[in-house]
């Protein structure tokens, strides 16, 4: 009997010290999608530490680029290229801003929130966009 509650015990421990699985997102890049023209697809995603996005390109005249001021402090700027997908794993926790750079002005950006936004959320509310950017992203704060 000792035996048996000693293997049931160390099963119950490795599976409880399993990491748990990484989910993959998908984002489109769209010329016209639910909220309108020129649209991130969905524009707003909770992720958790290690989840997986990849921003695809449905269409050669957009991009995906992060946001200057709205990145956790020693995450390097990302650009995927006009027309190509971008895959990105998120490690570390906070608000990440992103956007197509031809179709910034017309609001084309999307929110990443990873774990706790906490360390850089004020800092990323306070940046500045051009055109609908800004009303856009004001909303997609509000998803929070």
């Given amino acids: 009997m000792k035996s048996v509650l000693a293997g049931l015990a160390l099963v119950i421990g490795l599976a409880a010290a399993a990491p748990a699985l990484a989910a993959d997102f998908e984002v489109k890049m769209l010329n016209k999608g639910v909220k309108g023209a020129m649209v991130f697809e969905p524009d707003f995603l909770k992720v958790a530490p290690g989840d ?40 570390q926790e906070g608000v990440y801003g992103f956007k197509c750079k031809p179709h910034y002005i017309m609001g084309m950006v999307a929110l990443i929130v990873v774990g706790n936004p906490a360390g850089n959320l004020d800092a990323a509310k306070a940046v500045k966009h051009p055109g609908k950017a800004g009303k856009t992203f004001e909303e997609l704060f509000g998803g929070l």
Avoid: I, R, S, Y
Avoid at 58 to 76: K, R, S, Y
């Fill in 52 to 91: 997986t996005v990849t921003f695809k390109a449905t269409n050669p005249g957009h991009n995906v680029e992060t946001v200057d001021g709205m990145l956790p402090a020693g995450v390097q700027p990302m650009d995927g290229g006009l027309g190509k997908d971008m895959t990105v794993t998120f490690t």
